[in-house]
């Protein structure tokens, strides 16, 4: 697994000074050129709950952080059934939590994420965890 970051820094916590600074280069596929988030955008994630301030906030986290790497557990405890998800009814505007197995759990969560990495355009890598277990599925990498 490889990490690459823009910029990494230590700060010193007597008097906030950067004690070590390193810039590294990001691959070609990451845009180093801010993208601002649209009224588009930030309507779709107010519609979602978030106020404009956490919407804004969350592109400028994707312009600290460029790249974003998961590693999710498809392990055999993926199995147990006490995972959570949630069911929404349209028509009557209710919830449900759902009881489902972790797996269930996991795979709507990534599922989210990968349309929000897409949305704040934050290029992500999803990987799972063991590469010879029953839950070996393809997670597409999220490129902005």
């Known amino acids: ?26 691959p070609p596929w990451v845009s180093q050129k801010p993208v601002e988030m649209t009224p588009e955008n930030i309507s779709t994630l107010q519609q979602q709950g978030y ?3 956490l919407a804004t906030s969350l592109r400028e986290n994707a ?6 790497f ?3 557990d498809n392990s055999a405890s993926m199995d147990s059934l006490d995972g959570q998800k949630i069911n929404e009814n349209p028509d009557n505007n209710t919830i449900k939590i759902l009881s489902c197995t972790r ?17 704040i355009n934050a290029p992500t890598t999803f990987r799972v965890r063991l590469s010879e277990y029953k839950y070996l599925t393809r997670i597409p ?4």
Not at 63 to 68: E, H, I, M, N, S
Not at 103 to 119: D, G, P, R, T
Not at 141 to 144: D, R
């Open 1 to 26: 697994l490889l990490l690459t970051f823009s910029h990494m820094c230590a700060i010193n916590e007597d008097d906030d000074k950067p004690i070590h600074e390193a810039a590294v280069s990001l």
């Open 51 to 53: 106020p404009p301030g």
């Open 63 to 68: 312009l600290v952080f460029p790249l974003r």
């Open 70 to 72: 998961w590693v999710v």
């Open 103 to 119: 797996w269930e759990e996991i795979k709507e969560c990534v599922n989210y994420h990968i349309q929000m990495s897409a949305l």
């Open 141 to 144: 990498n999220v490129i902005g």
